[in-house]
């Protein structure tokens, strides 16, 4: 999301608007680079791209996604390598397949068979791009049953005219309470049926055994809706999902081939009056034909809960409306976390536990203020909690070629990575960054000033598209400590590498509009898009790549 109204340019100067800044006279419909004379630093002007004399170091990905009135879904190419040179490009084209529909149907085993309705997902083996890597199965009623269907590519192909076989997992879940989810592994699609189907077989309904419980209080008080079910160590749930009676008993059900595993039965509340954590219990599961014995979930003395009462405000004591706020804690019966909204006043409310909480803070849009975290000690006869937030730090910096000549009206954007805590004992290790995008424009002397969060942020650089400068990353870190402008002084734009490559159909057509994004697969930290570019006309596309990454 956009944070209009917190990012500050610097001002043009006098001598900037007699002067024109470089790049801002190249015609609007130039696409990059011309001669050598456009690019700085001796670098050399290849198909549009100012290159220097290496290639990109590291192992790359194409994803190239096909416009959606083409019979073809996304595929993907990993393995490419510049091999030290600045131009990847393939003497084959590369084509790409029809997609096929693979049609499925839960079916038992029982006599007669029943058919299953499920939820389902694909998960495509060997995605190494971060995105599409999941495929949900549509719903389909049919005369002869509930079906469901995917889309996608039957193979992935390469540039040596080969396709090589889909690989996936199927995820089926059928109604929670009635059966547990099934997973089927090592599948293929196959592009020699235009539509086929396939029968995923699960065990009779009278197969899945039971095991039953109780989840009560420490002093034996039966809890009553709660939801009930049994993950593996992946935290994927196996089980039927049960609600507690009002004796406090559930009952669910697993497949026979999970008999003898080591599972977490995990309870739930989502009554918001009656707030509880996350209870957890290990249980193993009987072997086949085993009694099973009872589980019992006992919630220790952990005390009642009570109305925590608090101010969200900036440092001048005024109010800040519509701030999201996290509470997180760890108790004797498990994790337990509840979310909160800042009122008009700056005012919540939150029903917690006696404790120490650590609080995240995320002021709504256009405030102008950070994100915080921090530490509260929560206690009924407590004072009433009073947060103060601190204004965006601003950070500067200056865009420029290798030999230090500005780039004007490039675009610049920060997006946090994470956040900043202050004290390392409140860095969490399953931590998620709110979504925190700030953009901006270099000015003529290639100078930018954006308002940010403290934390890892990752600056995206794109220069004008007539520079023939690819599009560049580069990690910073805003101290939280600062309250003065950070100066991270000039910020190169790497030199450009070059992936051309031309794009068919399966009835040798050009495909026109194809997106191709270029991923960085060997980068610390995970697979990130380094590049993007979209075929032409013909088919053929040219994406500038940079040549280092940060």
């Not at 149907?105 to 309705?117: G, I, L, M, N």
């Not at 995917?150 to 005219?161: K, N, R, V």
Request: aromatic content about 6%; some cysteine.
């Amino acid at each position: 999301m956009r944070w209009a109204g917190l990012v500050a340019l610097a001002a043009l100067t006098g001598a900037c608007e007699d002067t024109p800044a470089p790049g801002t006279s190249s015609p609007a419909e130039r696409t990059g680079c011309f001669t050598a004379a456009d690019c700085r630093s001796g670098l050399r002007c290849l198909l549009g791209a100012c290159v220097a004399a290496g290639g990109p170091a590291g192992t790359f990905s194409l994803r190239v996604v096909p416009p959606q009135n083409l019979p073809a879904v996304a595929v993907e190419v990993p393995g490419i390598d510049f091999e030290g040179t600045p131009i990847f490009s393939p003497e084959q084209p590369l084509v790409l397949p029809d997609r096929a529909i693979l049609v499925g149907r839960a079916v038992t085993t029982d006599t007669p068979a029943v058919d299953v309705a499920v939820d389902a997902q694909a998960v495509v083996r060997g995605a190494v791009a971060a995105e599409g890597q999941t495929i949900p199965g549509r719903a389909v009623v049919t005369p002869r049953g509930p079906r469901f269907t995917f889309t996608m590519a039957p193979c992935w192909p390469d540039f040596s005219g080969t396709c090589k076989d889909t690989v996936f997992t199927v995820r089926l879940n059928p109604d929670p309470t009635q059966l547990p989810p099934a997973e089927f592994r090592d599948l293929t699609m196959r592009d020699n049926l235009p539509e086929e189907e396939r029968p995923f077989l699960l065990p009779g309904t009278a197969e899945p055994p039971a095991v039953s419980g109780t989840v009560t209080l420490f002093d034996a008080t039966p809890l009553y809706g709660l939801t009930v079910f049994g993950v593996d160590d992946a935290g994927q749930r196996i089980t039927t999902m049960a609600t507690t009676g009002v004796d406090g008993g559930f009952t669910v059900r697993h497949w026979p081939h999970h008999a003898g595993h080591r599972v977490r039965f995990l309870a739930t509340s989502r009554d918001a009056e009656r707030p509880l954590p996350v209870l957890a219990h290990a249980v193993t599961l009987p072997e086949a034909g085993a009694a099973p014995e009872p589980v019992r979930i006992t919630v220790p003395d952990i005390g009642s809960t009570f109305t925590a009462r608090g101010r969200i405000t900036s440092l001048d004591g005024s109010a800040v409306p519509g701030a999201r706020i996290r509470f997180r804690t760890t108790t004797a019966a498990g994790e337990f976390t509840v979310d909160a909204a800042a009122a008009d006043d700056g005012g919540f409310t939150p029903l917690l536990y006696p404790g120490t909480y650590v609080v995240d803070v995320e002021p709504a849009l256009g405030t102008g203020l950070r994100i915080l975290r921090t530490e509260v000690d929560a206690r009924p006869d407590g004072v009433a909690l009073e947060i103060r937030l601190k204004p965006l730090v601003p950070v500067r910096g200056r865009i420029v070629w290798p030999d230090a000549t500005p780039i004007a009206r490039a675009r610049v954007q920060a997006r946090l990575q994470r956040v900043a805590a202050g004290r390392p004992e409140l860095i969490l290790p399953d931590d998620e960054p709110p979504t925190r995008i700030v953009e901006g424009e270099t000015d003529g002397r290639g100078v930018f000033t954006l308002l940010l969060d403290p934390g890892a942020q990752r600056l995206t650089v794109t220069p004008l598209a007539g520079l023939g400068l690819p599009t560049s990353t580069h990690d910073i870190f805003v101290p939280i400590e600062s309250g003065l402008a950070v100066e991270l002084g000039d910020v190169p734009v790497r030199p450009a590498g070059v992936v051309q490559l031309d794009v068919l159909d399966v009835r040798e057509l050009p495909v026109a509009g194809a997106g191709v994004q270029v991923w960085r697969t060997d980068a610390s930290g995970g697979p990130r898009q380094v590049a993007f570019g979209t075929t032409d006309a013909t088919g053929a596309a040219v994406i500038r790549v940079p040549a280092e990454t940060e």
